[in-house]
């Protein structure tokens, strides 16, 4: 068995693990793993599985998982926030329009996605379609009827009474007194101008697009009907409520850091390992470096 | 003076205001009554955490560094990251490391 030669005074391994025939180091070192590959020696080489390193293992184990797991539990409430903070206002009970806003004012902007009551009569005659718009991922049109608030003549704001595939499939627009309600919105405007200024169709709701459909004066918002009437699927809100982002996003920095600390925990337990368990450089000057062999100081298999 | 050390105090002080300024924004919002103006203002410095959080991983990583280069063991890592957590203790914390430094690993402390 060519690897079993002793080699300055200590014991050379390859294939099987063989100890030396004095107990000395054998208890302290251990003999797990070392069984493949170039001869190497048992002196001084500390086991990745000697009880003294159990410590560390644990340490590195409870650390990582405790910081993955608190990493976890702020992205969940990151999400929960941001969520909730939505639900929120969107399930507020519903005011009256003219008290959040008169036809004149700037948009309200904490009252994104709020319910609001809105009393007034139709306006037929104002209907325009929205393009563009996605339902299910389905694209479509919102169907969009203004409703003169407080009666006939005054100013109104437009209202999404629905989500149509096509134009065509659009009920009749309706007429009359109307009580409904739904989400308050800000109007859009990111410059995209309407290709077709003659048609009932425009890319936004925008203010300065629909005044060309009405007679009177329009709200800066737009409210999306709760209640669409048959034959038209409720429209997805565009804008939600955002007041909860900056709380949300102080989560999600929570998140991260401690799924940084869980990495470095487990660097620090990679480097403490090796540096552990790295054979010393200098076989000659450890404490370990036996004396010297008797001549009959032959290697016994430690199954033998 | 070296830079890794000069760069280690000023993390440890840092560390350590903001630490304080945390406890108590943390004191001011739970310890008094729902909208007060110092409640308020206790809710308000609650965003030291942030920042807390995130320098305190730059002096860790400072530490770690500075606790190689020194041959020191894990357990005196151990302090100085637990040092950055609770308040007030990362002041002495940091005197002891220094005046360790100066005597054992004065090229450490100068540059």
């Given at each position: 068995m060519r690897g079993s030669t002793t080699v300055r005074g200590s014991t050379t391994v390859r294939g099987s693990a063989t100890v030396r025939g004095s107990a000395?180091?054998?208890?302290?070192?251990?003999?797990?793993?070392?069984?493949?590959?170039?001869?190497?020696?048992?002196?001084?080489?500390?086991?990745?599985?000697?009880?003294?390193?159990?410590?560390?293992?644990?340490?590195?184990?409870?650390?990582?998982?405790?910081?993955?797991?608190?990493?976890?539990?702020?992205?969940?409430?990151?999400?929960?926030?941001?969520?909730?903070?939505?639900?929120?206002?969107?399930?507020?009970?519903?005011?009256?329009?003219?008290?959040?806003?008169?036809s004149d004012d700037p948009f309200p902007g904490a009252d994104v996605g709020r319910p609001v009551d809105v009393r007034g009569t139709w306006v037929p005659t104002g209907t325009v379609f929205v393009s563009g718009r996605e339902h299910d991922g389905v694209d479509g049109f919102w169907v969009v009827t203004p409703v003169a608030v407080g009666g006939e003549g005054r100013p109104a704001v437009p209202v999404v009474r629905g989500w149509v595939p096509t134009v065509a499939d659009a009920p009749p627009a309706p007429s009359g007194e109307v009580d409904l309600v739904g989400s308050l919105q800000p109007t859009e405007?990111?410059?995209?101008?309407?290709?077709?200024?003659?048609?009932?169709?425009?890319?936004?709701?925008?203010?300065?697009?629909?005044?060309?459909?009405?007679?009177?004066?329009?709200?800066?918002a737009y409210v999306v009907d709760d209640t669409p009437s048959a034959g038209l699927v409720k429209a997805d809100l565009a804008a939600l409520p955002d007041s909860g982002r900056f709380?949300?996003?102080r989560n999600f920095l929570y998140a991260i850091e401690w799924w940084l600390f869980g990495l470095f925990a487990l660097y620090i337990w990679g480097r403490f390992v090796r540096d552990e368990t790295r054979e010393p450089d200098d076989l000659g000057d450890g404490t370990a470096t036996p004396s010297g062999p008797a001549p009959d100081d032959h290697p016994v298999p430690s199954n033998a | 003076m070296n830079r890794l050390f000069v760069t280690y105090r000023v993390l440890a002080l840092v560390v350590g205001v903001l630490l304080l300024v945390g406890t108590l924004s943390a004191v001011l919002k739970y310890g008094l009554s729902e909208g007060s103006s110092?409640?308020?203002?206790?809710?308000?410095?609650?965003?030291?955490?942030?920042?807390?959080?995130?320098?305190?991983?730059?002096?860790?990583?400072?530490?770690?560094?500075?606790?190689?280069?020194?041959?020191?063991?894990?357990?005196?890592?151990?302090?100085?990251?637990?040092?950055?957590?609770?308040?007030?203790?990362?002041?002495?914390?940091?005197?002891?490391?220094?005046?360790?430094?100066?005597?054992?690993?004065?090229?450490?402390?100068?540059?």
């Open positions: 000395t180091g054998c208890g302290s070192t251990g003999v797990t793993g070392w069984t493949t590959g170039a001869p190497r020696t048992l002196e001084g080489v500390t086991s990745a599985f000697a009880p003294r390193l159990l410590a560390a293992h644990a340490a590195m184990l409870v650390s990582v998982s405790a910081a993955t797991g608190l990493g976890v539990w702020q992205y969940d409430a990151y999400q929960a926030r941001k969520q909730a903070e939505r639900i929120d206002l969107t399930q507020e009970t519903p005011r009256p329009l003219t008290d959040l806003m008169g405007g990111t410059g995209e101008t309407d290709p077709n200024p003659d048609d009932d169709v425009i890319p936004q709701v925008r203010i300065a697009d629909l005044i060309q459909h009405v007679d009177q004066d329009l709200y800066s709380t949300g996003l | 110092l409640q308020t203002l206790g809710e308000r410095l609650d965003l030291v955490w942030l920042v807390h959080g995130w320098i305190y991983i730059v002096y860790v990583v400072v530490a770690f560094v500075l606790t190689q280069k020194a041959r020191w063991s894990l357990p005196q890592f151990g302090l100085m990251m637990i040092a950055g957590l609770i308040p007030g203790l990362i002041f002495w914390v940091e005197a002891r490391v220094a005046a360790r430094l100066r005597e054992q690993h004065p090229e450490l402390v100068r540059a």
